[in-house]
C-alpha cells in the first residue's frame, strides 16, 4: 500500500493531462456548429432537395422558417456575428478580412490574412469557451487566423506542418504536396478535405466546440447564379458531408451529449448587370493621388464602400450625388443612415466608410474596369444585398442532446445562435445583442 507521500510524489512525477484528456474524460456538453455558405433559407423548404441528412435534423429537431443575416451579408461578417451574437456595429468585420490603405492615396484593399485580434473587437464563444477550461475547435472558419484561444484547428489555408494536417498525412488522407497546393483544385475537393479533418479532429481531440465550415455552393453559385442544377448537385454533396460529421460522432460514442447547429451565413441572389463605380470616380477625377480628395472604394456585389482621405461635408456631398439616381444603385447611405442598419460609423473605427452604396436587383458592384458604369455579364450569384432581402435569407438547423423535436419555429435572427449556444454549454456572452433561443431547448 502506497503511502500519502508516496502518492504525493507519483502526482507530481505525472505528465500534466492535455486538454483532449481531461475533456475525453468529462460529461460536459458538446456543441458542433457546421456553416453552409449561402445556403438560402427558401431553398432548404424545397422538398425535392436531395438533402435527407438535413431532412433527418429537422424532423427530429428544430429548425426556423428563416434566418436573418447582419448587414452586410457577406461571409465573414456573419461567421463573426454567428460565434459573437453581435453585429458589425460592434464586431466591425465588414467584409472577408481587413481593410487597409483606405483614405490615402493609394487603392484600398483587403488582407485576408490578419489575424483574428485584428478583426474582431468583441469576445467570441470559443473566447469564452477556452477561458472556461472546455476545449475549442475550427476547420476553415473565417476571421480567426491565430486566435489563441483554439485548440485544435484546420485553417481555410492549412499549414503541411500543423498538427492535424500531419495526422491527416499520417493516414494517408492527404499529401504534403496536396496541401502545399491546397487552392489549386475544385471546392468540392476542399470542402470534402476540410470535413476529414474536422473528422480527424473529433475522433482524436475531442473538443467541446467545433465549428466547421464549407463553401462549395457560395463557390458554385457564384459561376452559375441561383436555383440552379449545380445547385441542387452541391446541396447533395453537402449533406453527405454533414452526414460524415454526424457518423464520426456516433463513433466517439458522444452522441448522448453533443447537439449539432446548422447554419448558413447569407443567401444568393442572381445577377446580369455589373456595376463598374470606378468609371464614376475617374471619370470625376476623384482616383488620382494628386486630387485634393482622393476617394477610394471596395465593391462587394451587393454593396460598396467608399473612403475619401481629407474628406469635408462639402465633398461627400458631392461624392453622394455622384452615385445617387444611378442606375442600378439602390441606396448611397452616409454613416448616421447606414448606422440604423446595424453599419458602424467611422468614428467607432477606422473600417467603417465615409458613404455605403447598395445595388438594386440583378445588379452587382465589380472592380473590373470599363468604360461605362453599367454592363451586362454573364448569370452569376451574388450576396451582400440588405438583409430584409428575401434571397438574403438563410438556414437554421439544431438537434441533439439539448434540443427538442420542436420542428419549424418561426424566423429568428443570426444575432440568437452564439447566445443559444453559450447557453447550451453553460456560458454567457457579454453584451450579446442576441438572445438563447429557449423555446428549443430541453
Avoid at 426556423?64 to 461578417?77: D, E, G, K, L, Y
Avoid at 490603405?101 to 473566447?127: F, H
Avoid at 467541446?208 to 453559385?221: C, V
Avoid at 473600417?351 to 445595388?359: E, G, K, N, R
Wanted: hydrophobic share 40%; charged share 20%; no cysteine.
Amino acid at each position: 500500500m502506497r503511502t500519502p507521500i508516496a502518492l504525493l510524489l507519483l502526482a507530481f512525477a505525472l505528465p500534466p493531462t492535455s486538454p483532449a484528456q481531461k475533456h475525453s474524460n468529462s460529461h460536459r456538453p458538446k456543441v458542433v456548429i457546421i456553416s453552409l455558405d449561402a445556403f438560402p433559407a427558401e431553398t432548404l423548404h424545397d422538398p425535392f432537395i436531395a438533402a435527407p441528412t438535413l431532412h433527418r435534423l429537422m424532423k427530429a429537431g428544430a429548425y426556423a422558417r428563416s434566418m436573418q443575416p447582419i448587414n452586410p451579408t457577406v461571409t465573414w461578417p456573419n461567421h463573426t456575428s454567428l460565434i459573437t451574437g453581435q453585429d458589425a456595429s460592434h464586431h466591425h468585420v465588414l467584409v472577408n478580412g481587413l481593410i487597409v490603405d483606405q483614405r490615402t492615396e493609394k487603392d484600398a484593399r483587403i488582407d485576408a490574412q490578419a489575424s483574428k485580434d485584428q478583426l474582431v473587437a468583441v469576445p467570441t464563444l470559443y473566447d469564452l469557451a477556452h477561458k472556461a477550461g472546455m476545449t475549442t475547435a475550427e476547420v476553415d472558419w473565417v476571421a480567426i487566423m491565430h486566435a489563441p484561444t483554439i485548440d485544435w484547428s484546420f485553417a481555410e489555408k492549412p499549414n503541411p506542418d500543423g498538427i492535424i494536417e500531419r495526422e491527416l498525412i499520417a493516414a494517408g488522407t492527404a499529401t504534403r504536396e496536396e496541401l502545399a497546393k491546397f487552392n489549386t483544385p475544385r471546392q468540392a475537393w476542399r470542402d470534402r478535405l476540410y470535413t476529414a479533418a474536422a473528422v480527424d479532429i473529433l475522433r482524436k481531440h475531442h473538443p467541446d466546440l467545433l465549428m466547421l465550415h464549407l463553401l462549395a455552393l457560395d463557390s458554385i453559385e457564384h459561376h452559375t447564379g441561383f436555383g440552379t442544377d449545380a445547385d441542387y448537385n452541391t446541396i447533395a454533396f453537402l449533406d453527405d458531408r454533414v452526414k460524415d460529421i454526424m457518423e464520426a460522432v456516433q463513433a466517439n460514442g458522444d452522441t448522448a451529449r453533443t447537439t449539432f447547429i446548422i447554419v448558413s451565413d447569407h443567401g444568393q441572389a442572381s445577377v446580369h448587370k455589373h456595376l463598374h463605380p470606378s468609371f464614376l470616380l475617374g471619370d470625376a477625377d476623384l482616383e488620382s493621388p494628386s486630387s485634393p480628395t482622393p476617394t477610394s472604394i471596395i465593391e462587394e456585389d451587393g454593396y460598396a464602400l467608399l473612403y475619401q482621405k481629407n474628406s469635408t461635408p462639402a465633398s461627400l456631398a458631392d461624392l453622394k450625388k455622384l452615385f445617387a439616381g444611378k442606375p442600378g444603385v439602390s441606396a448611397v447611405l452616409p454613416p448616421d443612415e447606414a448606422a440604423r442598419l446595424g453599419w458602424p460609423t467611422p468614428a467607432q473605427t477606422t473600417q467603417a466608410p465615409d458613404l455605403l452604396l447598395y445595388a438594386a436587383d440583378d445588379y452587382s458592384f465589380t472592380e473590373e474596369r470599363s468604360d461605362a458604369f453599367v454592363t451586362d455579364s454573364e448569370q452569376r450569384g451574388v450576396h451582400g444585398y440588405p438583409n430584409t432581402n428575401p434571397l438574403m435569407q438563410a438556414i437554421f438547423i439544431a438537434q441533439g442532446a439539448a434540443i427538442q423535436p420542436r420542428g419549424e419555429f418561426p424566423a429568428i435572427s443570426n444575432l440568437d445562435v452564439a447566445p443559444t449556444v453559450a447557453h447550451i454549454l453553460g456560458l454567457t456572452l457579454p453584451d450579446a445583442q442576441g438572445k438563447p433561443i429557449l423555446e428549443i431547448l430541453k
